[in-house]
């Protein structure tokens, strides 16, 4: 359980736990979360120490991958010793233009107007009024981490994997109703900690009693309003 003030975000909080978890020799192999934590940076980050994030990355957002077609980022060729890119019709986008985005290291890459003006499948790849090709990558390492995650979750295995996710939602749902986590009782950020940290254990223990008395699971509660719409649809 780590509590945190209302401003920071859930990525910062979630690299300071995968770092002190690292730290004492407990990094889990593989880290569970939704997709609201997953971009490049904090999955190659927690690589570092040890740690598989399996969480849904943000598809490829460009206008190709929207649509669906033509040639997306997947499609190009990547030469990161000589610095050039390769479209399908081999050519070369020879500007190689290392850059900061919003804070973070980026390269932009350029193809040359003459190359893309008389390209015969240009449709397929670029409607920029400039006539020619422009995308933007991250760093080699960050770049290659968030190819194999994108393809390893498009994978059954991947997505059969991930079903273990919904486990994490029961157990929050289940503090929410035994605890009353949501609601802070106290002021002050260390006596909020130590109620979480209570609240943590309490769950723990109504846990470790249901397995070890073997008694079933709840079945999930149906509102009035759901049985009202299941009777109207029958």
Not at 167 to 187: C, F, H, K, S, W
Request: aromatic fraction near 6%; proline fraction near 6%.
């Amino acid at each position: 359980m780590h509590t945190t003030d209302a401003t920071v975000s859930d990525v910062k909080a979630m690299a300071g736990i995968q770092r002190r978890l690292a730290g004492r020799d407990l990094a889990p192999g593989e880290h569970y979360l939704d997709s609201g934590y997953p971009s490049a940076d904090p999955v190659t980050a927690a690589t570092k120490n040890g740690i598989a994030m399996v969480t849904p990355l943000l598809a490829d957002h460009s206008p190709q991958a929207r649509a669906a077609a033509g040639f997306a980022k997947s499609a190009l060729r990547i030469d990161w010793a000589t610095r050039t890119v390769r479209c399908p019709e081999e050519h070369a986008g020879p500007g190689w233009h290392p850059v900061t985005q919003h804070g973070r290291d980026a390269i932009v890459i350029e193809f040359a107007k003459a190359d893309c003006g008389s390209c015969p499948v240009k449709d397929q790849c670029t409607n920029a009024a400039r006539g020619n090709r422009m995308l933007t990558l991250r760093p080699k390492e960050i770049h290659e981490a968030t190819a194999k995650a994108r393809t390893e979750q498009d994978t059954p295995a991947w997505r059969t994997k991930y079903t273990l996710r919904a486990g994490i939602e029961g157990t929050v749902n289940q503090a929410l109703d035994v605890t009353g986590l949501r609601r802070a009782r106290y002021r002050g950020l260390p006596k909020v900690r130590l109620q979480h940290a209570f609240s943590a254990a309490a769950v723990t223990v109504v846990q470790l009693d249901a397995h070890w008395s073997d008694q079933p699971l709840r079945r999930v509660r149906t509102s009035r309003l759901e049985r009202l719409a299941y009777r109207l649809t029958a």
